[in-house]
């Protein structure tokens, strides 16, 4: 996988449609890449990480044997700015104060563990087009856990357990939601 070939990809699309569908690239130890546009996403968290859990077993069970080696997802995400330490009170898409970025994950796996690397960018409009540019945004200051991304690795790597057995590990590994 060349992420940078794919990030670049991610911020062309994005500055000439003035936004980004959800997709998903994997890759396995087979010689292929496995690419899912991802419409439609539900409203809630729970719905969307019930999604990813879903997506995840349906492709462990579709490529048994295949050992996921690297995935790249692209999003478009609201964020907003609150001291360390505070909790926060408005979503991030209802803040006044809210950025809207595109954010692309990148997780290779090992049997040391998993890597995780962010490239984000703020998407600044103009007001009279659907003209974007992007901005680099400091990825060091993001603060998010990943339950989307690492409840379908899970799913994936563990296709025959329940959504339960897999929510318990997500819970073990990454703390409550």
């Known amino acids: 996988m060349n ?12 500055m000439q449609d003035g936004g980004h569908a959800p997709t998903l690239f994997l ?4 010689p292929e890449m496995l690419i899912a546009h991802l419409a439609g996403m539900p409203a809630t968290p729970e719905e969307r990480l019930s999604a ?13 044997g295949e050992k996921l080696v690297e995935l790249a997802f692209i999003s478009m995400n609201w964020a907003t700015m609150t001291p360390v330490g505070q909790p926060l009170k408005t979503l991030p898409s209802k803040a006044p104060n809210r950025k809207e970025l595109l954010t692309i994950r990148h997780i290779k796996l090992a049997d040391s563990g998993m890597e995780y690397n962010n490239y984000i960018y703020e998407v ?5 087009s659907k003209k974007v540019d992007l901005v680099a945004f400091p990825a060091e200051i993001v603060q998010a856990k990943d339950y989307l991304l690492f409840g379908l690795i899970t799913a994936y790597q563990n296709p025959l357990l329940t959504n339960a057995q897999i929510m318990q590990i997500i819970h073990d590994e990454q703390g409550p939601q």
């Open 52 to 64: 990813f859990i879903n997506a995840g077993r349906d492709l462990g069970m579709a490529h048994r």
């Open 3 to 14: 992420i940078e070939e794919i990030t670049q990809w991610a911020k062309e699309f994005t």
């Open 27 to 30: 890759e396995t130890d087979k």
């Open 124 to 128: 600044l409009r103009t007001k009279k």
